[in-house]
C-alpha cells in the first residue's frame, strides 16, 4: 500500500510563494505519475501539475509560469513549488501517484492566499 504524506501549506499573501512536498512510501521516480491537485471551496478537485517517470511535465493553463513541480531523489518526495501566488490558488492541494494501474492520494494540505 502507497502512502503519501503532504507538507508545506500554509497562509501566504498575493503575490508570495509557497513550497509543497509530498513523501511517498514508493520511490518518486518509479511511480508512472506524480502529480498534484486541487479542490477549492465548493469547486471539483482539478489536476494542477503532473510529471511523469520518464520526467515531462504538464501544467494547467492557469499555473503556467508560476508554479513547478519536481521530483527529489534523495528526500523521495514530489515537490511543487508555487511563485506569485493568486487568491484563485486557494484551496487543499492533494498529491497523486499513479502506479501499476492504480491511484493513490494523500491527505491533502490547505493553501490559502489572502489579497
Known amino acids: 500500500q502507497v502512502q503519501l504524506v503532504e507538507s508545506g501549506g500554509g497562509l501566504v499573501q498575493a503575490g508570495g510563494s509557497l513550497s509543497l512536498s509530498c513523501a511517498a512510501s514508493g520511490r518518486v521516480f518509479s511511480a508512472d505519475t506524480m502529480a498534484w491537485y486541487r479542490q477549492a471551496p465548493g469547486k471539483q478537485r482539478e489536476l494542477v501539475a503532473k510529471i511523469t517517470r520518464a520526467g515531462i511535465t504538464n501544467y494547467t493553463d492557469s499555473v503556467k509560469g508560476r508554479f513547478t513541480i519536481f521530483r527529489d531523489y534523495a528526500k523521495n518526495t514530489a515537490n511543487l513549488r508555487m511563485n506569485s501566488l493568486k487568491g484563485g490558488d486557494t484551496g487543499v492541494y492533494y498529491c497523486?501517484?499513479?502506479?501499476?494501474?492504480?491511484?493513490?492520494w494523500g491527505q491533502g494540505t490547505q493553501v490559502t492566499v489572502s489579497s
Open positions: 497523486n501517484e499513479e502506479r501499476s494501474g492504480l491511484t493513490y
